[in-house]
């Protein structure tokens, strides 16, 4: 669990965000940034790029960190 954490779930949240940039910029099979900036779907894409991968990141990052606080909890009580 801590080799998801740590190696690909960062990895999976990078490829979210690119995903959904592309989907965002290229269109119709042509690539054209000015999308974004006219507020249509393409904009959706990128806002939902960033918040699904800030999130995936996030909570990725907590579970992380309360996983190995019960460790640490686990191996003082034993001593």
Known sequence: ??????IINPIL????FLL????AVVGDGK???GRVRQGD???YFVA???FCAATLFIVGRILLILIEN???RKSN???
């Open 41 to 43: 779907l393409s904009t």
């Open 1 to 6: 669990m801590k080799l998801y954490l740590k």
């Open 48 to 50: 939902k790029g960033i």
């Open 13 to 16: 949240s990078v490829i979210v």
């Open 77 to 79: 009580q034993r001593e």
């Open 20 to 23: 959904c940039i592309y989907a």
């Open 31 to 33: 690539f054209d940034p």
């Open 70 to 72: 019960v460790g640490n």
